[in-house]
C-alpha cells in the first residue's frame, strides 16, 4: 500500500501513463508498490513491473536487483515487464515480447498546420463537444461497434472494455464527446490529468454509424486545450501501435521520445529461483 507522500512523489515524477495510480489501479485490479524508485502493480500471482525509474536514471543492475527482490517478496507465476531496455539475463525466460516507441505533443512549441486548423473548424460545424467524467451507456455503444470493427488485441480490447469502472473511479478523468446535430454520440477521448507535466490520451474512438469528417481532429484540438488549461507541459500519447496511427500522432506534432519494451513472462516457482540465480550472479 502506497502511502499519501508517496503517490504525490509519483505524480510528482511521473512520465509514462503507466506510472499514474488513479489510472493503472482500476484497470490492473492491482495494488501499487513502490521499491527502489520502481513503481509495480501486483494481485494473486501476477506482478506488472514498470521498469521506467521515476528518477529518469536507469540502470540493469538497478532492474535487475529490484525484480529480483520483488520476485523473492511476491514469487509471481506470471510477470509482465515494460522498459526503454530489457537487459539480457531478463530476456532467457521472455515468453512474448513487444518493443515501440511512447509519442509526446510538446505544447510550448506546438504550432498547429493551416490545414489541419482548417479541419477542425469544419468539423466544428457539424458537432459539439461536451466534457464529462462518465462513461455513458452511448459511449459503451460506440465502444462495442469499435472494437467488432477493429477487433484490436486482447489488450487493447481489455482496456477499452475497462474504461467505464476506470473513469468512475478516477477523479482526475475527463471524457470529451462529440455529438452531431442530431445529439448522437460520434467519437470520444478519455483524459487523464493527474500527473503534474503531462495530460495522458488514455483511449479514443469514432462511430462508423454516426460518422462526420475530422471529429478525431476536433477531440484532439479540443485535448490541446484542455491540458493547457491544466498547465501541462506536454501530452502523452501513448504508443506509436500502427503506421495508421503513428502518422495521426505525427500530423499534428507528436514524436517518438522514449523507447518502449514489453516481455511477458509465464514461470513456475522453480524457474523462478534459476532466474534470480542468474540475476545475483551478475550483481
Partial sequence: ML?????????????????????MVPISKGEPELVNDYLYFS??????FVGYPLCLDFKTKDL???????????QPKYIWLISSEI?????????????????????????????????????????TIERGQGISEEHIELISEFLKRENPSPLIRELFLSMQEYVKQSKTAIVL??????????????????????????????SKKNYIPHASDFLFYEMINLAKEYNKSYI???????????????????????????????TGYNNILEMLKSFESKL
Avoid at 499519501?4 to 488513479?22: D, F, G, Q, T, V
Avoid at 494481485?43 to 506488472?48: N, T
Avoid at 535487475?64 to 511476491?74: A, G, L
Avoid at 501513448?238 to 509465464?266: S, T
Wanted: glycine fraction near 4%.
Fill in 3 to 23: 502511502s499519501s507522500e508517496e503517490e504525490k512523489y509519483i505524480l510528482s515524477k511521473a512520465y509514462i501513463p503507466e506510472h499514474i495510480i488513479n489510472l
Fill in 43 to 48: 494481485k494473486d500471482e501476477w506482478v506488472i
Fill in 64 to 74: 535487475e536487483k529490484t525484480i529480483s527482490d520483488v520476485m523473492k517478496r511476491k
Fill in 87 to 127: 537487459p539480457e539475463s531478463l530476456s532467457l525466460l521472455c515468453r512474448k515480447r513487444e518493443g515501440d516507441y511512447y509519442y509526446k505533443l510538446q505544447l510550448s512549441s506546438l504550432i498547429i498546420k493551416r490545414d489541419l486548423a482548417q479541419q477542425v473548424k469544419k468539423a466544428s460545424r457539424d458537432l
Fill in 177 to 206: 464527446s462529440a455529438f452531431n446535430k442530431n445529439n448522437e454520440l460520434t467519437a470520444f477521448y478519455v483524459i487523464e490529468l493527474a500527473a503534474r507535466e503531462f495530460a495522458t490520451y488514455v483511449v479514443g474512438c469514432y
Fill in 236 to 266: 502523452h500519447l501513448g504508443l506509436g501501435v500502427n503506421e495508421g496511427i503513428r502518422r495521426f500522432k505525427e500530423k499534428w506534432g507528436a514524436v517518438p521520445f522514449l523507447r518502449y519494451e514489453f516481455c511477458e513472462y509465464i
